[in-house]
Each structure stands twice: as C-alpha cells, then as structure tokens.
C-alpha cells in the first residue's frame, strides 16, 4: 500500500484565551491517501475547522506529527509554510473570500503570481481552471457582480489553478441556498473523477454522502469513520 | 450624562484612535498657538499707545545717499510751528550718561527728549509723573524719568525713589517719574533743552522725530504738508537744506515694514499647519465612522432615531475636542517656552509674552468646528445606512464606501503635500541662514572683545582731553594679560554708523551732491584688533599725532568707487569735520560689511583718533583666545585712567556678527517649529491612513497569505500602497514649493527659492518619515496569522 498524501499522529490543538483553556483537537489520528474524498463532519464547534486549518498549514498543531507528502511539516519558517500553502493546497472557503478589488481572472490568477510564474503560464492555467468550473465567461467581473454560487465556482477555480495535491474546503455550500450548494457539490465530485484529492468539512450528512468516507468528529475527537457503500479500490 | 459616560467609555475602548486624536490636536493647537502668540506679540502689536494710528515716524530724506535720515534740531522746530497737521510733534536723541554716587559709576542707555514726547506717544508713567514744559527750559535738565529696568536694577523698585536726587555725570537730578515695562524705552529719560544756537542748525541730523496726527489728518495730507514746508526751508537756508524732503510714516509702519513678507510667510505657515492638524483630525474621526458603521445600524436596528445616533457621535466629538484643547494649551506654553528657548538673542519683549488667548481660542474653535463638521458627516451617513447592507456579510475588501476612502487618501495627500512645503521654506531659511553667517563681515569677529565707553561732556570737553584719555587707554588695555591688540574707534561696525561727506582734492563737487562715506577715526592698532587687513599703503602709526601732518585710510571699496583708475595713495580728501584740512591718503583696507552680514561694505574713510578725537569711544581687544577674567581686567585698567568713568559690558564681537541676524534666526527657528510639527503630523496622518487600511484588510490579507503569499509579498502590497500616497503627496507638494516660496525670495540670501538641494532633502525627509510610518503598519500587515481567512469577519 502507498504511503498517505496527509498523515496526522496523536495531534492536538489547545488555544488558550484569556486563561481559558480549549482543547479544540485532542489525539486526531487520520491518515488521507492520493486521490481520496474525505468528508470531515460533526457538530458546530466541535474542531473541524481547526482540523482543517492544521492540515492546510494555516495553524501548528499543539502536539503531535503532521505528515505532508512524507514531509514532516513540524518547525517551518512561515516562509517555508507559505510556499508550501501555494503549491500543495488548494483552499475553498465557507464566504468564498474573494478579494472584491481584483476581477474574478486576477483572483484565479493570485496564487500563480505567488508562485512567481511568468505570465503566459499564468493565463493557460487560469483560462484552463475557469473553463473547469464553467466561469470563463465572467473573467473580467468583480466578485459583487456574480452570484453566491459562482463566486463559489471562482474559489474553486482558484484553488485547481495551482494543480495543488489536495483539496480542502471548509464547509463550502454553507453559504449557499440547495441549488447553488448543489451545484458546487457536483463540481467537487467531478473533481474527484478526474483524481483530484479533496477533503471537505461539512455538517450536513446529506453532503457527506458524497465522500467516499466520512470521519466524525465530535469535542476534538474522531468518533467515528464511515465507508460508502461504492467500490473502493 | 449618559451620553458623556457612553463617550469616555467609547474612547478608551480604543486607545491608539483617542492617543493619536489628542496628539495631534495636542500639537496642532499647541504650535498654531505658540507661534502666533509670539507672532503677535512680537512683531504685530508693537504699539502699546492709544489710537496708535494716529502716530507717525519723520525722517529727513535726501536720496540717494540718505534716503531716510535723523532730523536737525532747526528742521523739526520749523515744522512744529509751521504745521498744522499734527496735534504735537515730539523728538528724542540718544545720550549716554555716568551714573555715580553708588560704588562703580554705571554707564546709562538714554535718552533726551522734548517734554511732550510721552504725552504725544499717550504714554505714561507708571510712577510719579510726566515732564512739566518748563523742565524744558535752557539750563535746566534736572529732572529725570526712570525706565522700568534700571528702576529694577539700581533702585530696588523702591516706590520713594520719586523725588530723589542722583548724580548724572557729576549733576545732581531729581527723578520725578518711572515708566511702565511696556514702555520699553531708554534706561533715563531727560528733558532737553534746545539753545538758540542748535534752534539755527539746520545741517545736524541726529533726532529722531514722533508725532501725532490731528484725528481727521491723513498721513497723505500731512506728507503734503511737510513737503511745502521743507520746500520752504530749503530755499531759506539753501547750504544745509538743498534737497532735503521730509518722509512721513505711520509708526506702525516703520516699526514691522521690513518684515511684512516674514509675517506673510509665518501667517501661510499658521494656517498650513492648522490645516494639517484638522485634516489628521477629520481622517480619523472618517476612519472611525468608518469602523463603526456596524455599530451604527445596529443602534438604529434596535430602534435608535437618527437624532439620538447623531447625538451620541456629536457629544464624543466634543468631549475629544475639548481633551485635546485642554492638552493643547499646556502644548502652547511648551511651545513657547520652546520657541524662545530657541531664540535667546532674537525675541525682543520676550519677557511679556504669554499664550495668547485669542490665538487658542481659535485654534481649539477650528479644531472643534473640524471635529464637529468631520464628525457629523459620518453621523448622518451611517444614521441612514441600508441595515441590510451592513449586516450582512460583506466580501472581502469590498467593506467600505469608495468615496470615503478617496476622501481620506485625498486629505493624507495634502497633509503630505504642505508638509513637503514647510519642510521646504524652513529648508531654504536655513541654507540661507547658514551661507549668510559663513560671510566674512571683513573683519575677524573670533577672540575679539569690544566695550564702550562714552566721556562725559564737561570733563572731557578739550579735544586734548579726550584723545588722552583714549591714548591711556589703549595703552593700559594692552597690558592685559591674553590681550594681544587694542584699537579705539569712534564708530563701530555692526553698531553704530557715522557717514559723512567728503571733497576729493581737484574735484569740485555740487553743493548739495557732495559724496558721502562712511567715517571712522580710529587708532593706530584698531586694524590689527579688528583684523582688517592693510591691502596697500601704511596703517596709522603712533607718530600721526595731533601735530603730524594729517593722514587718512581708505578702504578697497572707497578706493574702486572714487579712484577707479588711479592709485589713491598720496591723494588727499577733506572730510568735512570742524578741523576742515586735507588728509593724505596713506594706506587701503579690506572692505567691512558696516551694516550686516547682508549688505554691500560701504566706502570707508579712516582717519587717525589723535587727529579727530571724539568723547564716545569703542574700544576693541584682540586676544589669544579668549580671556578670563577680561570684564574685570578691562574696569580696572579703565578705572586706574579714570575713576569716575563707567563702561559698558564688555563684549564678544561674535555675539555682536550673531545678533546682527538675529532676526534671520528667529524667522528659521519659527520655520523649522513650524515644520517639525508639519513633519510629525503628516507622518502621524499617513500612519494612521495605512494602519486603518490594514485593520480593514485583514481578511484580505488573510486569504492572501492562505493562497501562498509570502511575508515580503503583504510587505511590498501594503508599503506600495503607501508610497503612491506619498508619491503623490511630494510631487504636489514640490510644485506647490516652487510656486509659494518664491513669496519667500526677499528673506533669502545666497539661495534661490527653487533650490535643488533644498527641494531634495525636503522631499527626502518627509518621504523616510512617511515611509517609516508605512513600513511599521506594513510590519502589523504580515503578522496577520492565515488562520484569518477561515474564520468570519
Ligand atoms: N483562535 C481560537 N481561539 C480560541 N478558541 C478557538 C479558536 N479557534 C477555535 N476555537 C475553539 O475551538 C473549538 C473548535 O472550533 P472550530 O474548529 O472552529 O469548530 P467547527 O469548525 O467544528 O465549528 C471551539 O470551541 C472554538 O471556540
Ligand atoms: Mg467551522
């Protein structure tokens, strides 16, 4: 068997607030391999995006390994996290945070020119990840020219334009009515055809089912795991 | 009440808006203030007198060589009985007394004038009482009125010193009156007696002439007037008075004429600043409405009426105002302790300058108009925002309306822009300040000490007398130990000015259009004192005694002016003095800067102190740097010669180059006051703009730095943003320099008002200030944790 694409062991996450301690995580193991679609679900508060925030590098665990392509991620330089936050993942965010004063072509474009590529690569992968999510038509909008669901599909965009090894999306309908939500779910599991990696945070069972497994999370823990009956491989 | 608490409570939730508000009203009250108070007491209200309009200042006038001259006592007493303009005519003239009877005799400043002379200015004494008219009479002139100082310093300000009797250079005197210290006169005042015979001399110039208007005389009328009479005089008495006319200015006038462009220039500078201020202030109170439209709506949601919303913001504004009002008058009285720190020789009447009320008054009311129109208009905006725009979950970066934001880069713009501009006047004063004190005043001020000494007139009334005196003198200074040349003149540059006329031998010359030049009787080492160097010739020697054939020195000037091609050496001149015999050009000095560091060096003649002695002497002491203990040295030696004789401080010649542009230098440091609080003011406003934007960017930059952007990535965004601003700010502010300095071209030596130099480094030093101030809240952008971007607003 192949080594996982993401590997946590015994990880935990504490933040302390006004002497408060919260045991937002406590002793996650999870391992997720190339090519998965991972759902991650349970209760408002319960950690799910504190888990996501540690698996895409936007926070450090408390305790605990975190293994990213059989990197160990542990004591980087921001620097070094930013870079790998650039080229490894691809983040889909809950209000989609698109940045209103750039069109929807120069926030597609954002992560490429992070990565310093020059400009003629930047536009075939933009026009490329539009094209996908079917917004090719709309790249010189602002974002508050477009509607809930596309400026979803622009994240989306955004985040495949950098070819990341995963996907991670913090429950991404939630802010969308069921058609757009809908919508955005077909994307991703078309995604997923074409081999792409995805965990998605959810509290809604209904999307879970969408996943290959679902790991449940309940008060910083994984209390269950749950298989779809599809044909695993 | 609720409303006060609710505001106090509102503004030290957020400490760095409230700190950064009160600072700058703080200094922008405190500065405007300042200098406006030392503006006004110093150099706007100089005329403490009742209906000072009504004063004039009259001069004698024969251009070009004396195109504003002292009057003749037979001038001035034709022109008090011909004139029907004025409702008194008054003169003064200079006069030194010894004051003896009480341990050293003291050397006195004074004055003699005629008996209406406080009654025509309406001033008073402040003890005892005026001159009566016949203390006017011939013989008598013994009555005194004190001046507040030597009051001070000799009486005691005992209140029994009216009636008493002193001695004034051996004559007894009863001192009837002392004056206010807002006279600012002369230490002693004496009434003068005119004789017969000075009432005839029409030819002597040397009072100085006041008087006051009748109440429906215009200064034009009585210019018309005087010119008729002075037509008369001169076809009456055609030797003395050939071409002489009469000037008639207001006192006002003649007093702050010369520096109106420098009060034109502080004014714009005031006003500048204070625009400044009110610009940091509407900016952050913009920015706060800004952050606070949430609040806003959901006050209004809850059911708040828009009066109650617009009054509650009305009622923080004040209380803020009036905090930074409160720190901006203790900033006043910092300010100007500061300013006249700054200006220890320049500031005349420093002493009764206080913070002046009118100035704080309107400088806290701009400040609280600003707070108030700058707060309002955000009021009534967010009072009538769209509840459900607001509420709802805005996208990222798109939080804020436009125009708002516009505004503020708009006015950071300015600030920036009239920053560079004061950066820039403070920058040229101080290049020309700097060139204008690298002149060489043609002679050599270091290490070298000057004391007067005037000789009274019974004494020392044979010539033989006082050119003993001066001899002895010289001889015993000399003895000084560290002194290594003494010289005496009768007129000192950078202090006193004689100019007489002169006949070149074989020339004969126009009555009436004689040349004229600038006249010096010095002694044998008063060049070597003086360090003028000898260019040609001989200096006078110990041998030009009062029984040598007489002799003169010219200088290089003299020499170009009126022997362009010839060698003045062996030609003779004949100054008109009472002796009226031709001297024998022996020798050519360096040029001395007579009048200041700024002005051309007049011609010279010199001619020998034992030849010409004269009763007020300066006495010039070259030493090998420095001497200890010379003031006391230098009384004693004067004291051995003469017991009786008082002597003035001894001075460096130094303080004498350094006061001379003391003017020059008070106007820098006001500038440099000025641009110092510009600077910070801007720095703090454009610090304030970019830290605002930050705050409201950091989802923004969250997300940023979520998709990979590298710490130098938000560095360079964000200081980007802040160095167009401040692009655009110096850009304008450089073209705004160019047009407006050019006002400032007549307080400029040696640079012009378009100075690269100047222009760069004030460019320069606003932009790093500016930039400093981006670069700090740049810092605070890439500390913004990429977590952020998962989180809500
Ligand atoms: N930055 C933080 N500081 C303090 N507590 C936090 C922070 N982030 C999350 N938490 C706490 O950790 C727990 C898990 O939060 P989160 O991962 O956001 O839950 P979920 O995404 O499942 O709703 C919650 O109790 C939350 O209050
Ligand atoms: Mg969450």
Redesign the interface.
């Known amino acids: 068997m192949s080594q996982p694409l993401l590997k946590l062991d015994n990880v935990t996450k504490v933040f302390l607030t006004d002497e408060v301690e919260t045991h937002a995580l406590s002793g996650i193991h999870l391992e997720i391999k190339k090519g998965e679609y991972v759902a991650i679900a349970g209760p408002s508060g319960c950690g799910k995006s504190t888990l996501l925030s540690i698996l895409g590098l936007l926070d450090t665990p408390t305790d605990g390994t975190y293994l990213l392509n059989e990197r160990l991620v542990q004591g980087l330089t921001p620097a070094e996290r930013a870079r790998i936050r650039n080229r490894e993942i691809g983040f889909i965010f809950q209000s989609f945070n698109l940045i209103g004063d750039l069109s929807v072509y120069e926030n597609v474009e954002l992560p490429l020119t992070y990565r310093g590529l020059p400009a003629a690569d930047r536009r075939a992968r933009v026009e490329e990840a539009l094209e996908k999510v079917g917004m090719a038509h709309r790249a010189k909008h602002v974002p508050s020219q477009l509607s809930g669901g596309q400026q979803q599909r622009v994240a989306v965009a955004r985040a495949l334009a950098g070819a990341p090894a995963v996907l991670l999306a913090d429950e991404p309908t939630g802010n969308l009515d069921s058609k757009n939500g809908d919508a955005v779910m077909e994307l991703l599991q078309s995604l997923h055809r074409t081999g792409s990696t995805i965990l998605m945070v959810t509290h809604d069972t209904r999307f879970a089912r969408h996943a290959d497994r679902t790991v449940h999370l309940f008060d910083g823990r994984v209390v269950e795991e749950s298989v779809e009956n599809k044909d695993m491989t | 009440m609720n409303d006060i608490r609710f505001a106090f409570r509102q503004l030290a939730k957020s400490p760095g808006f409230t700190v950064v508000a009160l600072l700058t009203l703080a200094i922008g009250i405190g500065a405007c203030t300042a200098i406006f108070t030392v503006v006004n007491g110093v150099l706007l209200r100089p005329l403490d007198f009742p209906e000072p309009s009504r004063l004039v200042r009259l001069y004698e006038s024969r251009p070009p060589e004396f195109p504003q001259f002292s009057c003749s006592v037979g001038n001035f007493s034709d022109w008090q009985k011909q004139s029907t303009s004025f409702s008194s005519l008054a003169a003064t003239y200079y006069s030194a007394f010894s004051l003896t009877g009480s341990g050293d005799p003291v050397r006195l400043n004074g004055q003699r004038v005629t008996t209406n002379y406080l009654s025509t200015l309406g001033a008073r004494p402040a003890l005892g009482r005026d001159f009566l008219p016949a203390e006017g009479a011939e013989g008598r002139g013994d009555v005194a009125i004190l001046g507040e100082g030597l009051w001070s310093e000799q009486f005691g300000r005992r209140a029994d010193i009216i009636g008493q009797v002193i001695h004034l250079d051996g004559n007894p005197v009863t001192i009837v009156g002392v004056m206010p210290w807002e006279f600012h006169g002369p230490a002693i005042m004496l009434p003068t007696a005119f004789t017969a015979d000075n009432l005839a001399n029409h030819g002597s110039h040397f009072m100085q002439v006041t008087g006051r208007l009748k109440p429906a005389v215009s200064v034009a009328q009585a210019r018309a007037e005087l010119a008729a009479i002075a037509g008369r005089l001169e076809k009456l008495y055609p030797v003395s008075n050939l071409r002489w006319t009469v000037l008639v200015k207001p006192m006002l006038e003649d007093m702050v004429g010369n520096v109106r462009p420098q009060l034109l220039a502080l004014f714009a500078a005031v006003g500048f600043l204070l625009f400044i201020g009110c610009a940091n202030v509407a900016n952050l109170l913009l920015v706060r409405a800004a952050g606070r439209s949430r609040e806003m709506a959901v006050r209004a949601a809850v059911g708040a009426s828009r009066t109650r919303i617009v009054r509650q913001l009305l009622v923080e504004n004040i209380v803020l105002a009036i905090m930074g009002g409160i720190l901006g008058t203790v900033a006043a009285y910092w300010g100007l302790h500061l300013l006249l720190a700054l200006s220890p020789y320049g500031v005349p009447r420093a002493r009764e300058l206080s913070v002046d009320r009118a100035a704080l008054a309107f400088s806290f009311g701009v400040a609280l108009l600003t707070g108030i129109g700058f707060g309002l208009a955000p009021a009534f905006q967010a009072a009538r925002v769209d509840l459900n725009t607001v509420l709802k979950?805005a996208?990222?970066?798109?939080g804020e309306g436009r125009h708002r934001h516009r505004l503020r880069n708009t006015l950071v713009v300015a600030e920036l822009t009239i920053a560079v501009i004061l950066l820039v006047g403070a920058g040229l004063l101080m290049r020309s300040f700097i060139r204008l004190v690298r002149i060489n005043p043609g002679f050599n001020a270091e290490s070298a000490f000057m004391v007067n000494v005037t000789l009274p007139d019974k004494k020392y009334a044979k010539d033989e007398q006082a050119a003993g005196f001066a001899g002895q003198a010289t001889e015993k200074l000399a003895q000084i130990p560290g002194v290594t040349f003494v010289g005496a003149t009768q007129s000192m540059p950078f202090y006193d000015d004689y100019v007489l006329t002169f006949f070149k031998e074989g020339e004969k010359a126009e009555p009436g259009r004689e040349p004229s030049a600038n006249y010096y009787c010095v002694s044998p080492g008063y060049f070597k004192a003086m360090g003028i160097p000898l260019l040609k010739g001989r200096e006078f020697t110990a041998s030009d005694s009062s029984t040598a054939p007489r002799v003169a020195v010219v200088s290089a000037a003299m020499a170009r002016r009126f022997y362009p091609n010839e060698d003045p050496i062996g030609k003779r001149i004949n100054v008109t003095n009472p002796q009226g015999t031709w001297s024998e050009i022996v020798g050519v000095v360096g040029d001395v800067k007579q009048y200041g560091l700024n002005s051309e060096a007049p011609a010279a003649n010199y001619e020998p102190l034992q030849q010409h002695p004269f009763q007020f002497l300066t006495f010039v002491l070259r030493t090998s740097g420095g001497a200890p203990g010379l003031s006391a040295a230098v009384r004693s030696a004067i004291s051995s010669i003469d017991p009786d004789q008082p002597i003035d401080a001894v001075k460096p010649l130094t303080e004498l180059v350094r006061d001379s542009v003391s003017r020059e230098r008070f106007g820098m440091n006001l500038f440099l006051v000025f641009s110092g609080a510009a600077l910070l003011l801007a720095t703090i406003g454009i610090y304030g703009v970019m830290a605002y934007s930050v705050s409201q960017r950091t989802?923004?930059i969250g997300?940023?730095?979520?998709?990979?952007?590298?710490?130098?990535?938000v560095l360079l965004m964000i200081v980007g943003q802040g160095a167009f601003l401040i692009a655009i700010g110096i850009g304008a502010g450089l073209v705004g320099s160019l047009i407006l300095t050019r006002f400032m071209a007549s307080m400029l030596y040696g640079v012009g008002a378009a100075d690269p130099l100047t222009l760069a480094g004030a460019a320069l030093t606003l932009a790093l200030a500016a930039f400093a101030a981006c670069l700090l809240s740049a810092r605070r952008a890439t500390l913004v944790?990429?977590?952020v971007?998962?989180?809500?607003n």
């Not at chain 2, 996208?395 to 798109?398: F, K, L, P, T």
């Not at chain 2, 997300?703 to 990535?713: F, K, N, S």
């Not at chain 2, 971007?789 to 809500?792: E, S, T, Y």
């Open positions: 979950d996208g990222r970066g798109s989802g923004e997300v940023r730095m979520a998709l990979g952007a590298q710490p130098r990535d944790q990429p977590m971007a998962l989180r809500g």
